[in-house]
């Protein structure tokens, strides 16, 4: 496999939904080896540059937000990261003019279809990623996340709320099987009504609403969105969605099984530096044609690895 880029340069406007304030993002196309970054187009000079990498997290409430040795930073990225993960973008310039990354309809489905216009091209480069050659796990009270070695990329997730609009939720999929669009892309990002003037006050949820957020109300026991849920468990895809999200910060695809029970964007942040903090742990692997490890949108046949 070759890395991947965009075929041409698209853009969207939106609002954030944490800061609530409108902003206008543009996709281009990348050089080989740049991976995926940010440019803050409102910031002049080198420091408007953010590097989507997992180095670069600095704030994980509510969401994956990245900062720069300047300060400069990019908020909820996550749902984008997660659509570039899925198409298998590896190289990919973000001009922002703000802090925090559109939430569109609280999914990954707007950037999917981005990326679809848009059109992805290969490069001369091969593909790599990041090979999980042992087990490791981080933990946090009842919260768990671990990678364990694997041919391709899968994720196990579990959430367990006391709502029972959610309940008790378990999903697995194997993301190297073409399965990222239709499985978990249209999963939105979700919240209880009782919590909204709690997380407005502390600066966060300004801009969610029944459009881009699934919210359960005050009794825990309904849906207030007029359409309902697009998934019967779209509460656990959209905990894979993020999880897919926040594992694309590495730098690299992953070649390993993901296991999440009640993890959130802090503990994934902390699995991706426990992961990197063990040289043993991990390696670089080419990605060969056909292999279980090919782009998610593709359609793989055998799995073939070289490291």
């Known amino acids: 496999m070759r890395s991947r880029t965009l075929k041409t340069a698209i853009g969207c406007t939106g609002v954030g939904l944490h800061s609530g304030a409108k902003v206008t993002m543009v996709l281009h196309p990348a050089e080989a080896g740049t991976g995926i970054r940010f440019r803050r187009v409102d910031i002049a000079g080198a420091g408007a540059i953010v590097p989507a990498h997992w180095s670069a997290v600095h704030d994980t409430r509510m969401n994956s937000c990245l900062r720069n040795d300047d300060g400069v930073v990019v908020g909820t990225v996550e749902h984008l990261m997660s659509a570039l993960a899925g198409m298998g973008i590896d190289d990919c310039l973000i001009e922002i003019n703000g802090p925090e990354v559109p939430v569109m309809d609280g999914s990954a489905a707007p950037f999917l279809f981005l990326i679809e216009c848009a059109g992805v091209v290969e490069q001369a480069t091969p593909r790599q990623a990041i090979k999980v050659l042992k087990r490791v796990t981080v933990k946090d009270g009842d919260r768990m996340a671990s990678l364990t070695p694997s041919s391709g990329f ?154």
Do not use: C, M
């Open 154 to 307: 899968s994720i196990r997730f579990e959430i367990d709320f006391g709502a029972t609009a959610i309940s008790r939720q378990e999903f697995f999929v194997n993301l190297s099987r073409g399965s990222f669009k239709s499985e978990i892309s249209r999963a939105r990002t979700f919240g209880f009504e009782q919590e909204v003037a709690y997380l407005r006050a502390n600066g966060l949820a300004r801009g969610g609403s029944l459009d881009n957020a699934v919210v359960i109300d005050s009794t825990g026991t309904r849906v207030l969105n007029d359409d309902g849920l697009r998934y019967g468990d779209e509460f656990v895809r959209h905990k894979v969605l993020d999880a897919v999200g926040d594992l694309y910060l590495a730098g690299a695809p992953i070649l390993g099984h993901f296991h999440g029970v009640r993890s959130g964007h802090a503990l994934n942040n902390q699995l991706l530096r426990a992961l990197f903090a063990d040289q043993t742990a991990w390696t670089f692997a080419t990605i060969q044609p056909g292999s279980a490890a090919a782009p998610f949108a593709a359609q793989p046949q055998r799995a073939a690895l070289s490291a």
